[in-house]
Every structure is written in structure tokens, then in C-alpha cells.
């Protein structure tokens, strides 16, 4: 035997209005027809649910055993199809961001907060990459969701939508000769070791950060270091100078550390990423507050572009 929510719905009405047209007109039905789901699911049940007479309508002793079931069955049943429908429309579930340690400085963080204040129900879960490079391929594996991504973008299943930009920066120790300079050129770090993920980054990355003072790519000297983490020790044993965003500079504030815009470096962009075939909703809803802030100026007053489309 099989219950449905139709006949639920018919019941409960009749059970809470005790009276057959009240009820017909509470679900839009025609009386006959509401007479009719009713005497079906008796005869499903095999007993009476009402007693009926000329004058009035009350529930059986089976109907009101029957009366708190089915008020808790058709309200899980209302709370569940609410709660799918909210998670396809992105307000509910879960939405994983993966990001660098400084992110994507102040507006990643607005956007973060924006988002976090319009989808309460949707939990949002922080996944750190080690390199630059990590967080697109985390978001291209679907172990992530969306990341802040730094350009250039280097899968072509991804969309990016750029939120901001930063001037690049040479970090260097406190006592190195170029640290008292306001600003360094390509030139100036030239023949200087230069710190990176060299052996994780792809040719686009390297091209992209490092051309004005590595146009062709590593030299012999310069260490590798795994994560930002890492480069900055190097860089904090006067070993070697690293190139990164001004984020860095915010997020990264050490008494040994010096950091001098780099003049003939090109700024850099950040973005957020997604998969273009997510099949998550929430990335959309990411998405949507991200063109929100980026509008109203979060983006550091540059232009919302759309790359990959």
C-alpha cells in the first residue's frame, strides 16, 4: 500500500476544516472530487476516517491517529522541497574556495563577507593551495569549487572574472643594497637570484611574473621554493629577492622584509575562477555577488572583465 501526498493534503484539509466545501475551496478543488480522494484512501486503508452526517463532519479514533502522522509526513515532505529548491537556486549547501594565503587582499575579503551575509545556509570552506598555479588546478580537478585566482589563466575549462589588480613587488631583505631604492627595474634584478616555485610553475606562469628580469626564464642560481611560505624564508636569509603581489606586502609584514614596487613589471590581475561546467549552484551565486562588489567599486575602481567566455 501507497500513500500519497495528494491524498495527505485532502485529508489534513477535511481533518482541520471538519466541513467537505471549506475544504474543497482551501485546495481548489471541486467538492466531488475531493469526496472521491478521500473515499479512495479509505478504501487503501481499509477503515473509515470520518463520521459523516447531514449536519457535520468529525474524525473516526483511526482518523485522528491518523491526523499527527500525516501532519508530520506532509511537512517533511514541504521542508524538503523547499530545501532542494533553495540549494538549486545556490541559498543552501556547500561552496569550496581555494585561494593563496593573502588571497585577493581587501576584495576578496568584501566578497567573502558579502557572500557569507546573503547565503548563510551555504557553508563555505577554505582550501589553501601552496602555489599560484595549485588553486587553478584545484578548481579544474573539482577539489574546489571557485579560487581567487591569479592570471594568467591556464586551463581553458575555466571562466575568470577579474576583480582586481596589483602592482608586483620585489621583496628582499632589510640590508639588501637595493632595499634603500623606492622602486627597482627589471635591470636592477637582472643578475639578482629570484626565488620561485620555478619547477611547479608552467611556461605562462613564469612568461607572465618574471619576463622583464627573466626573459628567459630561470637562471642558474636562482632556488626553488615550494610555497610562498618558503620563498619568503629564503628571502628573510637574504638568499634571494621574490617577486609577488602587493598583497604580500599587506598580509606578510616582517621587520626584515623590504618591498619595492618594480617599475617596468607589468601590474598583476586576480580573479575568481570557476569551472565553466560547475555543477554546483552556489558557484553561480558566488558569481553574482563577485559582479555585485566589483561594480560598486571593490575592484580598486578597474573595469569587471570577463576572460575565457
Known sequence: MQLELRQLRSFLAVAEELNFTRAAERLHLAQPALSAQIRQLE???????FARTTRKVELTPVGRLLLEDARKLVADADATAVKVAAAARGQRGALRISF???????VGTEILR???EAYPHVE???????????????VRDQAADVGFIWFPVLYEELDAEVVATERKLACMHADHPLSSKRAVSANDLVSEPIVAPWELYPDEMIQYWFTPFRPNGRQPGDPHGRSLEECLAFVSRGAAIFCVPESV????PRNELVFQPILDAAPAEVAVG?????ANPAVQAFIKITSEVVREGGAEQIPIQKRRS
Open 114 to 116: 558579502r557572500f557569507n
Open 43 to 49: 478504501r487503501q486503508l481499509g477503515c473509515e476516517l
Open 274 to 278: 570557476w569551472l565553466r561546467d560547475a
Open 124 to 138: 563555505t570552506e577554505a582550501v589553501e593551495a601552496p602555489t599560484l598555479e595549485e588553486i587553478q588546478r584545484q
Open 249 to 252: 606586502e599587506r598580509f606578510y
Open 100 to 106: 593563496v594565503a593573502h588571497g585577493a587582499g581587501g
